[in-house]
């Protein structure tokens, strides 16, 4: 599956942002979903990720409550909503696939997008 990640760009603290992220490829209705980021200096980190039917969703504590994933399979897009942002957002935002594995590690997801930058400003 290849992946494309959009929706990034400039916005003040307690501001909002929805990404996007187009799959192609059969297999996005099978596939677990997920977004990580990655801030300079610092590791790839989880932020959220959906079942293949979205049903399930679970998210890192940093977010919770304030961003939400979701996904439309008959668009082969899976999006995260960015509520009450804070300048410690601030990152390249990256969707990712694990294919048919749950789990929150970068390196368990093999397919990856090119990343959106996300600038919270204060």
């Known amino acids: 599956v290849q992946l494309q990640a959009s929706g990034g760009g400039l916005v003040q603290a307690g501001g909002s942002l929805r990404l996007s992220c187009a799959a192609s490829?059969?297999?996005?209705?099978?596939?677990?979903m997920g977004w990580f980021r990655q801030a300079p200096g610092k590791e790839r980190e989880f932020v959220a990720r959906?079942?293949?039917?979205?049903?399930?969703?679970y998210y890192a504590d940093s977010v919770k409550g304030r961003f939400t994933i979701s996904r439309d399979n008959a668009k082969n897009t899976v999006y995260l909503q960015m509520n009450s942002l804070k300048p410690e957002d601030t990152a390249v935002y990256y969707c990712?696939?694990?294919?048919?594995?749950?789990?929150?590690?970068?390196?368990?997801?093999?397919?990856w997008g090119q990343g959106t930058q996300v600038t919270v400003s204060s």
């Open positions: 990712a696939s694990s294919g048919l594995v749950t789990t929150t590690t970068p390196r368990e997801y093999p397919y």
């Open positions: 490829g059969r297999t996005f209705s099978r596939y677990i």
């Open positions: 959906i079942s293949n039917s979205g049903v399930s969703t």
